[in-house]
Antibody, heavy 121, light 107 residues
Framework: QVQLVQFGAEVKKPGASMKVSCKAS????????MHWVRQAPGQGLEWMGW????????NYAHKFQGRVTMTRDTSITTAFMELSRLRSDDTAVYYC??????????????WGQGTLVTVSS | EIVLTQSPGTLSLSPGERATLSCRAR???????LAWYQQKPGLAPRLLIY???NRATGIPDRFRGSGSGTDFTLTISRLEPEDFAVYYC?????????FGGGTKVEI
């Protein structure tokens, strides 16, 4: 069965960087784009960008350009999202989500369980 | 970017009642690229509806999506206790992908 596994929680200091991982299993990792979505405490969902695990191509939301880097390691079927120059308002749960597109629709069909990142001095 | 506005922010209902949730887009969105998710506390969102009106696998038929253009609706015909949650609409028509602010369905 399809699974996206993310690990635990992290605490980071302002100005530091974070790197969240998303281990995929149960499907062909390179066959589906992976997206990242975050959710600040008590707030809604915010799209951050995607990575094509096959080519490594990425597309980032304008808000995060210059601070976010999405990568993947196909040998371990894992996607990574790195966010630099952290601020307190980056405190959020970070989710990976697989996008499924079957003409003509697209949607996020599987989500990781999320990684809580707290930015605090 | 395509802004999605959900209303109401909170819906207070009882089990067995009907819930009607609205998602309005600032510009037209192809219905094929509109999805709805349910999120419970501490959990990741779960896909309910894709293509505006297609139920995802395993979603009960009391959930119905409808709409086109700029107005979309999620209807829950008879609320079950497990349906009390937050619901988000999302558009995939263009980047950046955007979500509505959510509607909380509470008892």
């Amino acid at each position: 069965q399809v699974q996206l596994v993310q690990f635990g929680a992290e605490v980071k200091k302002p100005g530091a960087s974070m790197k969240v991982s998303c281990k995929a299993s149960g499907y062909t990792f390179t066959g589906y784009y992976m997206h990242w979505v975050r959710q600040a405490p008590g707030q809604g969902l915010e799209w951050m960008g995607w990575i094509n695990p096959n080519s490594g191509d990425t597309n980032y939301a304008h808000k995060f350009q210059g601070r976010v880097t999405m990568t993947r390691d196909t040998s371990i079927t894992t996607a990574f999202m790195e966010l630099s120059r952290l601020r307190s308002d980056d405190t959020a749960v970070y989710y990976c989500a697989r996008i499924y597109c079957s003409s003509p629709s697209c949607y996020f069909d599987y989500w990781g369980q999320g990684t809580l990142v707290t930015v605090s001095s | 970017e395509i802004v999605l506005t959900q209303s109401p922010g909170t819906l207070s209902l009882s089990p067995g009642e009907r819930a009607t949730l609205s998602c309005r887009a600032r510009q037209s969105v192809s219905s094929t690229y509109l999805a709805w998710y349910q999120q419970k506390p501490g959990l990741a969102p779960r896909l309910l509806i894709y293509g505006a009106s297609n139920r995802a696998t395993g979603i009960p038929d009391r959930f119905r999506g409808s709409g086109s253009g700029t107005d979309f609706t999620l209807t829950i015909s008879r609320l079950e206790p497990e349906d009390f949650a937050v619901y988000y609409c999302q558009q995939f028509a263009e980047l950046p992908l955007t979500f509505g602010g959510g509607t909380k369905v509470e008892i």
